[in-house]
């Protein structure tokens, strides 16, 4: 398999992945129009992308962006318009605009738009990072910023330091290069200070969550030390059928292993209740 292959493949797990999180925390219910709607994208940029019609793939940029239209109308109408300005619904937005950022870099990739003058792979590439990192991962803390409690305080700050970063990261690049590690440091550290948060708060109350938490945390901690390899001009070594390691290894255990484990652990934490006090339909996650 060749690296945009890959590449190809890591992306549609983890936009398979992507919704299931962000519908599930942050919509007040479950909807099978959604549902729906996710499959049909996913199935039509996964055509797109596997059998060289790529103007396919603007399907999943509609779906990204009407979700996340969807998400705002909700909030607005249930809560008012002054809740959408809150830190728990800033918090609640990052997934969503992480969403739509990688479907640009994805439609931008798959059809060679050269945005900001980048190719076909380093669209990949920042597609995944917003997929999995962004969509994903930060998409849990978002999650966890919601609901009320001693840590909340916590997941909002990495929520916003992981924006921060992703931004320092990418003006970083090419341009204002000493960005760059100032970006990776935030990151690396917002992540590892949330995810042992969570750790700590579910060792006693959920050891299956506790569990995939840990497996989550170990892969991020091996990745990271791959990603500083590289950014200290020490590529990682590692590679697999001739793939880079900063793909094969770096990309592979965090869309396969790192994300998807904190998500599910994530998920089997939060709990959604109905207080009695709400409008009807008014999902709220609470600590406990």
């Given at each position: 398999m060749s690296e945009l292959g890959l590449l190809r493949l890591l992306l549609l797990l983890a936009m398979a992945m992507g919704p299931l999180g962000t519908h599930r925390f942050f919509f007040a219910e479950p909807s099978r129009l959604r549902v729906g709607a996710h499959v049909g994208a996913l199935a039509c940029t996964a055509l797109g992308l596997l059998s060289g019609a790529p103007i396919l793939c603007f399907a999943w940029l509609l779906f990204c962006a009407a979700s996340f239209a969807l998400f705002l109308r909700e909030r607005a109408s249930r809560d008012g318009a002054a809740s959408l300005r809150s830190p728990e619904m800033l918090a609640a937005c990052v997934p969503f605009l992480f969403s739509n950022v990688a479907a640009v870099w994805l439609v931008g990739g798959a059809n060679d738009l050269r945005i900001l003058g980048y190719g076909t792979?380093?669209?990949?590439?920042?597609?995944?990072?917003?997929?999995?990192?962004?969509?994903?991962?930060?998409?849990?803390?978002a999650?966890?910023?919601?609901?009320?409690?001693?840590?909340?305080?916590?997941?909002?700050?990495?929520?916003?330091?992981?924006?921060?970063?992703?931004?320092?990261?990418?003006f970083g690049i090419d341009q204002?290069?000493?960005?760059?590690?100032?970006?990776v440091v935030?990151?690396?550290?917002?992540?590892?200070?949330?995810?042992?948060?969570?750790?700590?708060?579910?060792?006693?109350?959920?050891?299956?969550?506790?569990?995939?938490?840990?497996?989550?945390?170990?892969?991020?901690v091996f990745t990271m030390v791959l990603a500083w390899q590289n950014e200290l001009s020490a590529p990682a070594a590692i590679s697999?059928?001739?793939?880079?390691?900063?793909?094969?290894?770096?990309?592979?255990?965090?869309?396969?292993?790192?994300?998807?484990?904190?998500?599910?652990?994530?998920?089997?934490?939060?709990?959604?209740?109905?207080?009695?006090?709400?409008?009807?339909?008014?999902?709220?996650?609470e600590d406990g």
């Open positions: 792979a380093f669209s990949y590439y920042a597609a995944l990072h917003g997929n999995v990192l962004g969509w994903i991962l930060v998409g849990a803390l999650a966890l910023a919601q609901r009320s409690g001693p840590q909340q305080r916590i997941y909002l700050a990495s929520v916003l330091v992981c924006l921060i970063s992703f931004l320092a990261i990418a204002l290069r000493w960005l760059k590690p100032i970006g935030g990151l690396s550290l917002a992540l590892a200070a949330a995810q042992l948060t969570f750790l700590r708060s579910v060792w006693s109350r959920s050891r299956p969550a506790f569990a995939l938490g840990c497996i989550s945390l170990a892969g991020l697999i059928a001739s793939i880079r390691g900063m793909v094969s290894v770096h990309g592979t255990l965090n869309a396969v292993v790192a994300a998807p484990c904190y998500l599910a652990a994530v998920t089997l934490d939060v709990r959604r209740r109905v207080r009695p006090n709400e409008s009807a339909g008014l999902l709220l996650i």
